[in-house]
């Protein structure tokens, strides 16, 4: 490592060993777990109130994003030695979010100077939460039959139609919307991407409850909503481009936060099957068939993590995600599946617990997100989607 390297890691471990709040130390968040954040943001304690604001002060919310936006101005290799450092202490991320991983990237790419100055920097802050407004009913993987208006009128847009499966979209915001502007034009090529104010009258949100007991996302309705066409990102009709972009940083962030969630996954799951199943004289798990479970999903972890590692050079190399955040996104989901699977098959009857004073905490928290990571498949693009993306564009198969 590079004595500049080096000298940014002294300062980073100095800075954080001094600052970071004890309370956050060793207990980082798991999956989608952390502030995100936006008008409504509700703080776990206000020391995670307090390390959002003195994370962000620094740009370290999104630090690889310019200093002009509020971000760190990090490279991407002093990226990595922050995160490390984070992962020594066992610090949670500040600020999790779409801002960051969606919007705020696809704004650095299309947005205009004035679009980049507005949005990024309150993402940067926490101040503003962001939903994603694509799926309709009946245009989920054939997005682009959406149909939700858009009508130009003078230096706005009024929009009427309704999305769905919109995550968060009552704790949102703002949400970034396909939009129909063109009718007369093959269905790709009549596409807006546009940013809208969900305080703005005609916005109506409906939760819908899931199998794993939680609410995380909505129906959002659309009646006579003004948006300002300055905040039309990309060129009015040449949404598509803009939407597929943004969706190569979704696959990728779901590929990477599972990367980053079976990490040390491992270990844990071995744990377990030892307390629930028992282990022989070695301390090896007593079922040879479990035992062969857990080694076959502990190798496709490995091969995952490298894969990922190897995405992410590119990505460092400055090439935009493509066809393989397909690749990513396929195999991190139904691997994360597996993992959860072989986590409720060890826990036995303890694994048919779903609520109570009977079954262990931890028991509970594994079961529920068995079935949380049913939905990891569909989200973002179901899998059958991306494996067609494959064939097409990684394989050339016709
Ligand atoms: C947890 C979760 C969070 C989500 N969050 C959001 C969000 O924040 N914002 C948002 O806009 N959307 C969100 N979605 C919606 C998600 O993007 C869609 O559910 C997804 O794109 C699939 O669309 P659909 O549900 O309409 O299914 P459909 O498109 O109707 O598909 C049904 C089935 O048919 C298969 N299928 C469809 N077409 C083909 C084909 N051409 N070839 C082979 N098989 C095919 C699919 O693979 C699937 O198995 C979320 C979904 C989930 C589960």
Redesign the pocket.
């Known amino acids: 490592m590079s004595e500049r390297l080096n000298a940014f890691r002294a300062e980073v471990r100095a800075w954080l060993e001094a600052e970071a709040p004890a309370s956050l130390r060793g207990a980082p968040a798991g999956f989608l777990q952390g502030t995100w954040g936006g008008r409504k943001v509700k703080f776990d304690s206000p020391d995670h109130e307090r390390w959002l604001r003195m994370m962000a002060e620094r740009g370290w919310t999104a630090p690889t994003w310019p200093t002009e936006y509020g971000g760190g101005g990090l490279s991407k290799a002093e990226d990595e030695v922050l995160k490390s450092e984070l992962r020594r202490l066992k610090l949670p991320p500040p600020l999790i979010g779409?801002g960051l991983v969606m919007i705020g990237p696809t704004l650095l790419e299309f947005g205009t100077e004035a679009q980049k100055r507005e949005h990024l920097p309150p993402i940067v802050r926490g101040e503003i939460r962001w939903?994603?407004?694509?799926?309709?009913?009946?245009?989920?993987?054939?997005?682009a039959s959406l149909r939700t208006s858009a009508v130009r009128d003078g230096d706005r847009f009024v929009i009427n139609g309704q999305?769905?499966?919109?995550?968060?979209?009552e704790k949102s915001d703002w949400i970034f919307c396909l939009v129909r502007t063109n009718t007369q034009v093959p269905k790709q090529q009549g596409i807006t991407f546009i940013l809208v104010d969900m305080d703005m009258p005609g916005v109506t949100t409906r939760p819908i409850p899931?199998i794993s007991g939680a609410s995380?996302?909505c129906e959002v309705f659309f009646s006579d909503v003004v948006a300002e066409a300055r905040n039309v990102i990309g060129g009015i009709d040449q949404g598509w481009t803009v939407a597929k972009a943004l969706l190569g940083h979704e696959r990728t962030m779901v590929g990477e936060v599972f990367a980053q969630s079976v990490a040390g996954g491992e270990a844990e799951l071995a744990q377990a099957a030892r307390r629930y199943i028992g282990a022989d004289a070695d301390g090896k798990v007593a079922d040879p068939l479990i035992r062969h479970e857990l080694a076959q999903v502990a190798m496709d972890e490995r091969a995952f993590m490298l894969t990922v590692k190897r995405i992410k050079d590119g990505a460092k190399a400055g090439q935009r995600p493509g066809p393989e955040s397909s690749i990513l996104k396929v195999y991190g989901t139904e691997l994360n599946q597996r993992r959860r699977e072989l986590s409720v098959r060890i826990a036995g009857t303890d694994g048919l617990g779903w609520e109570g004073e009977d079954y262990p905490p931890e028991a509970l928290t594994a079961t529920r997100e068995w079935l949380?990571a049913r939905?990891?498949t569909?989200?973002?693009?179901?899998?059958?989607?991306q494996?067609?993306i494959i064939a097409k564009h990684t394989l050339g198969l016709p």
């Open positions: 779409f939903c994603q407004g694509y799926s309709e009913p009946g245009s989920g993987s054939d997005l999305k769905v499966w919109t995550s968060y979209a899931l995380p996302f949380r939905g990891n569909i989200e973002g693009g179901t899998s059958e989607i494996l067609d």
